[in-house]
């Protein structure tokens, strides 16, 4: 899979995963919605716009997108053994903990394989 194809599916699965978290993740006794559920959403949206400039500056939007990837599998793993019961929402951060594990894995074998060619 290419690099910039495994951002675009880990955009959607990150905007998809921040919407369910927001709007249909059935909440707790006492519990509100909370605006935070949307981070990989917004993350989501921002891998996309680095898909939109990809072809332009491939090495700046593939750096960007594997620190972004780095950056949220570490915030979802903070968060997702934060949470005892396995549920919907342990189930959402484990997706959105896979997706951006994928994606960074994809990435870092890009950035191999073009160190490889370059020598």
């Not at 939007?61 to 342990?90: S, T």
Request: charged letters at 15%; aromatic letters at 12%.
């Amino acid at each position: 899979m290419k690099p910039v194809t495994a951002n675009y599916l880990n955009a959607i699965v990150l905007i998809a995963a921040g919407l369910y978290g927001y709007f249909l993740l059935p909440l707790g006794p006492g519990e509100n919605k909370s605006v935070t559920a949307l981070i990989p959403a917004f993350s989501g949206i921002v891998f996309l716009l680095l898909g939109a400039i990809w072809a332009s500056k491939p090495k700046i939007a593939a750096h960007v997108a594997a620190v972004l990837a780095l950056v949220l599998i570490i915030m979802c793993l903070n968060r997702f053994m934060k949470i005892e019961e396995w549920g919907p929402k342990k189930y959402v951060f484990l997706i959105c903990i896979f997706s951006n594990i994928i994606a960074l894995v994809i990435f870092i074998r890009s950035f191999v394989q073009a160190r490889v060619l370059k020598k």
